[in-house]
């Protein structure tokens, strides 16, 4: 992969190798030579060995090509002429440099110096008693004045409070009493009317004792939630505390349903408890396993019949915590959408699935956490869509995706995203919003979107920006686009993702200099545990602090060729000192 112009300059000490077949006469240019960050793995892989007399990126611009050579080949004395040598001029005679002192200016009348520099070599040296002797400074005016730091205002509140469940029954009506859950046996039978698609549905109660139980592949844990007051983002809502749905799926074939990263097999083995998206330690878990038709289970109507099946389930439980007594809520936490004056305006990028299939997700249903009444991203051509902090947080999303467990943001994730809570809470930033945009199969498409999130970036005048992606693969595509697309504008923006080694990205771009890892594996690979690698509040901490520090204008090292484990710690000691 050559080199572009704008980077000879950041690249003009390192080795200057050719990328392609170069014929002699060859004028050398950065088109004709090898991006330096790919040096490591291809010496590592046996492609390139770089000689000690090979000469620089600098000296080569310009210079002739004396024979035919191949890719890979480094430039050398022998095989370049009329390139540039190195001279130490400078350093060795110490004293030699172009600074341009505009004597004419020399002294104003109050007796200060002043001092025009065109370009600085060498080194200015002056008297040690140059302070005694009068010599004044004038601290350089500027006309930008910092905007003044204003109380926030509360946009919108939401409040949640949460009811407590310590038992869960299968029995003949839905009831919640005395923190006593009772879910209608025959939901089930009814539940395939979701959906013509759906075949069969079968429910069942497992407690934190009893969770060494074979089961289907996950397709999803949802939270039980439901609208009191107001609608998603404000008002009131009620959650269920110590439980949690989730949904599995096979077709009629015996085939998993979302097949493409599987963590079928023993649920206490297949789930990392306590991650934002998984059940908690201690939470029963109401198991939804829907069957659907054959051949259906890798297409979008198929995924999507099992979770309307499942949605039709829950409805009825949110009827009844609808009516919950005030006295029975064990918590209330109450959040506010803010509006921060004075304070640098940013946004958090949410890159979920759209390619189709069963890569779709349900923006801003009518229940939190619901299917009804939501929109497809997919039927929006998977344009930026942006939610509030408090709509995120009241359930706007509902994931339909298939990709590997581990790296996989269901729908419990994005009801409780920790990059949300924390970006929203802080004082130092005023979040703007939640931009969700999908990663559509196809390139044009993709330019398409990012595009959008660019020019959406701009309008909305944001300082920085933290980009987010699940899964690895054909997504990463988008995710260094949408990163292009919003640094390229003047905006300083993070990624966030999984690489490690089996995720490592193919694609990449100058403004993809400040990434947080989000591997959990030891070995560094996408295990099949269902959210072992996805976003933590550690990793928020580090997100967001990385954000900031590039906003600030420190420079963020290079990153490891090589995932480390190490550099991820090395990080989080950082967060917290």
Sequence with gaps: ???????????????????????????????????PTLFLELEESGLLTVPDDSLAIGQVIGATLEQDADAMTPLTPKIVSHYTEITHKAETQGSEHSITVATEQ??????????????????????????????????????????EKKEKKALRTLTQREFKVKQVNLGSQTDYENGILTIRKGLCKESLKADPLVKKVDMDIITPENRHVYSNTIMDVIPIATKVEGTLGAGR??????????????????????????????????????????????????????????????????????????????QEIREVLKKAPSKACIKEDVFHDWKKPGRPRVVLVKEIMGQGAMHDNVILPVEPAGVKGGRRNVDLGNVPVVLSPNEVRDGGIHALTCIGPATKEDTRHYFREPLVNLMANDDEIDLAGIVFIGSPQVNDEKSFVSARLGALAEALNVEGAIVTTEGFGNNHIDFAENIEQIGSRGIEVVGVSFSAYQGQLVVGNKYMDAMVELNKDKEGFENEILGDSTLCQSD???????????????????????????????????VHN
Excluded at 6 to 14: A, F, G, L, P, Y
Excluded at 273 to 302: K, L, S, W
Aim: hydrophobic share 35%; aromatic share 4%.
């Design 237 to 314: 809502t009620h959650v269920m505390n110590g439980v949690v749905v989730v949904l599995t799926g096979i077709d009629e074939e015996g085939v998993q349903v979302h097949e493409f990263g599987s963590c079928e097999g023993y649920l206490d083995e297949k789930i990392r408890f306590g991650r934002p998206g998984c059940p908690d330690v201690n939470d029963i878990i109401v198991r939804v396993n829907v069957t659907v038709q054959a051949n259906t289970g890798m297409e979008r109507r198929g995924p999507y019949a099992a979770h309307k099946a499942c949605d039709y389930i829950i």
């Design 1 to 35: 992969m050559s080199i572009s112009s704008e980077t000879v300059n950041q690249h003009k000490n390192d080795p200057a190798v050719l990328c392609c077949l170069r014929q002699k006469g060859t004028i050398i240019s950065a088109s004709d030579l090898e991006d």
């Design 106 to 147: 020399g002294q104003d009348q109050k007796g200060v110096i002043k001092f025009n520099i065109n370009e600085l070599k060498g080194q200015i040296e002056l008297p040690t008693d140059w302070i005694n002797n009068g010599l004044s400074f004038v601290p350089p005016q500027t006309s930008e004045k910092k905007p």
């Design 540 to 574: 928020a901490e580090r997100a967001l602090l990385m954000l900031k520090t590039k906003m600030a204008g420190i420079p963020i090292e290079p990153a490891n060729h090589k995932w480390s484990v190490d550099v991820v710690e090395g990080n989080q000691k950082l």
